[in-house]
């Protein structure tokens, strides 16, 4: 059921027709803000891990770690939220500096060791693919060059290594070259030389498929999936039928000669949303994320009304107070269907995650049943001494009364962080001074 209606007014002019107002009402879509809701968890956890992973030797002190919270975005306190993920990091004893009070560290775990091999197992295996990656961001560019500040700000999005910019990238000088000089905005990444076979589009792809299967040529355009319950407007729908009529532009192509207000540029624009949503690992990039790009792919000053206008191609999210522009047709519902490669990288992580969930379900399982146990026997003695002494004793009220408690707030207990080891004596000791 879609809800939480609102509208927006475009405003829009071309030269053979002028519709001044349109109408574009935006509705929720409770499954694809699920589809959003789903990494929440995962992505917190990729946070703190990085932290940890950041620091010389890969360890830090917890009450360190527990001065981050706000920068990583954690709610909870550092040792909640190590004790709800045992299967990240081990706590163990070691001194900060010499003479001092041994204090808790974590380190990551061999499990997550061996899930950061796996990550780099499968970075190896796609390098042909995220190298086709950038060079489509850089060829679809105005300038055929981007920030190399801006990119490494969305190598997330795009599922893009660390170290891309340094390991990658001078390994394909075919391809890239870093020009400028060190500084915060002042190094770019160009492009050297133009692949023709990068520069087709999906929608462009899927044309040439239909194309073969079904013996006849097929014209490339988007595929318009309206939610449930979406009606657009008389006057909207006239203006889509004749938009979808044009030919499509690809994201690819030079269109310096098109006036940036006309139609045709119009749908050059959806086909470079389109194909930047299908580049990225999730079909799916904040609004704000987009808006560093607008010189580079001369994006207009109010394209997220784009996304509204285009509904049966995007849904536009404003799930967790942020606008995030999603790919329609990379979903059924919730569950994205058109998989990057790349994802195989969250699935290992995930996979990691549900262990240690599963391992600290189960040890909280057994220590509440220990506990129940200890109530249990209680209550018998009680009821022995209560018999011995049929006229009561001063201390029968006060253990019924605490085994009530117990019963109340075993459900709810919290069990101390389990300290795995103790630091060798070769360790980084000093890393933190």
């Given at each position: 059921m879609f809800c939480k209606t609102k509208t927006r007014t475009v405003f829009y002019h071309n030269n053979t027709r002028c519709i001044s107002s349109l109408k574009v009402v935006w509705r929720k879509d409770p499954a694809l803000d699920r589809a959003i809701e789903h990494d929440k968890r995962y992505k917190q956890c990729a946070r703190v891990v990085k932290e940890v992973l950041n620091e010389p030797g890969q360890v830090i002190s917890l009450r360190y770690l527990e001065k981050r919270r706000e920068r990583?975005?954690?709610?909870?306190?550092?040792?909640?939220?190590?004790?709800q993920n045992p299967g990240l990091f081990d706590v163990y004893y070691d001194r900060i500096?010499?003479?001092?009070?041994?204090?808790?560290?974590?380190?990551?775990?061999?499990?997550?060791?061996?899930?950061?091999?796996?990550?780099?197992?499968?970075?190896?295996?796609?390098?042909?693919?995220?190298?086709?990656?950038?060079?489509?961001?850089?060829?679809?560019?105005?300038?055929?060059?981007?920030?190399?500040?801006?990119?490494?700000?969305?190598?997330?999005?795009?599922?893009?290594?660390?170290?891309?910019?340094?390991?990658?990238?001078?390994?394909?000088?075919?391809?890239?070259?870093?020009?400028?000089?060190?500084?915060?905005?002042?190094?770019?990444?160009?492009?050297v030389d133009w692949n023709p076979e990068f520069a087709k589009s999906v929608i462009e792809k899927r044309a040439e498929e239909e194309s073969e299967r079904m013996g006849i040529r097929v014209r490339p355009n988007?595929?318009?999936?309206?939610?449930?319950?979406?009606?657009?407007?008389?006057?909207?729908?006239?203006?889509?039928r004749d938009w979808m009529e044009l030919d499509y532009l690809s994201p690819y192509e030079d269109v310096s000669h098109l006036d940036q207000a006309s139609r045709e540029m119009e749908k050059r624009s959806v086909g470079m949303f389109h194909e930047l949503l299908s580049l990225s690992l999730h079909k799916r990039i904040p609004i704000p994320i987009l808006g560093k790009f607008c010189d580079e792919y001369r994006f207009s000053n109010a394209f997220s009304s784009?996304?509204?206008?285009?509904?049966?191609i995007f849904y536009l999210s404003l799930k967790g107070g942020i606008e995030t522009a999603l790919l329609r047709e990379a979903y059924r519902g919730e569950e994205l269907v058109d998989r990057d490669p790349l994802l195989r990288i969250k699935d290992k992580f995930v996979e990691l995650l549900e262990e240690g969930w599963r391992k600290r379900e189960e040890q909280l399982r057994l220590k509440q049943e220990k506990i129940k146990e200890g109530m249990q026997l209680l209550a018998s003695k009680v009821g022995v001494y209560q018999h011995s002494a049929p006229n009561g004793a001063s201390g029968i009220r006060s253990n019924l009364q605490y085994i009530s408690w117990m019963q109340k707030h075993v459900e709810n207990t919290v069990f101390p962080m389990e300290v795995t080891g103790s630091s060798p004596r070769n360790s980084l000791t000093h890393a933190l001074d």
């Open positions: 990583m975005r954690l709610k909870v306190k550092a040792e909640t939220f190590i004790n500096k010499p003479k001092t009070e041994p204090v808790r560290f974590i380190r990551p775990t061999d499990r997550l060791h061996r899930f950061l091999q796996e990550e780099q197992r499968i970075f190896s295996e796609n390098e042909p693919f995220i190298v086709s990656k950038l060079c489509k961001l850089l060829m679809m560019s105005k300038s055929k060059f981007l920030s190399a500040d801006k990119l490494l700000h969305v190598k997330r999005e795009f599922g893009f290594p660390n170290d891309f910019l340094v390991d990658l990238v001078p390994r394909y000088p075919q391809y890239f070259r870093l020009t400028g000089s060190p500084g915060e905005g002042k190094s770019f990444l160009e492009l988007f595929n318009v999936q309206l939610p449930p319950g979406f009606v657009l407007k008389k006057e909207m729908r006239e203006w889509v784009t996304f509204t206008r285009h509904s049966g």
